[in-house]
């Protein structure tokens, strides 16, 4: 996958707000990796903030709802992962700062 492509699955990923939170899941360091295979089909890594998370369905559609308007994108899959689990020191410092977090 060429750079170009890369950015731009991940600058859509970024439009996806946690409801939660407020703030989108790639600066929440959510996203652990996005992959596109040669049949179109992207493979999003990710993880949640905590199991049992009442939002994971829908955090899950709006990330397939994101990269379905990518022209290479035919198919999405999202993998929730539980390792390595989230921590706070995942989060970028945009992210720590709008949630008021000490760096």
Known sequence: MDQALEENLWGAVENVIDP????DIVNLGLVYNIDLDDEGIATVTMTLTAMGCPLA???ESDVKNALA????VDE???NIVWNPPW???RMSRYA???????D
């Not at 939660?20 to 703030?23: C, P, Q, V």
């Not at 308007?69 to 290479?72: C, G, S, V």
């Not at 720590?96 to 000490?102: E, H, R, S, V």
Request: hydrophobic share 45%; proline share 8%.
């Open 96 to 102: 720590k700062i709008a949630l008021g977090i000490p």
């Open 76 to 78: 999405v899959e999202v």
């Open 69 to 72: 308007d990518i022209p290479e």
């Open 20 to 23: 939660e939170l407020g703030i």
């Open 87 to 89: 921590t706070k020191d």
């Open 57 to 59: 369905a829908t955090i």
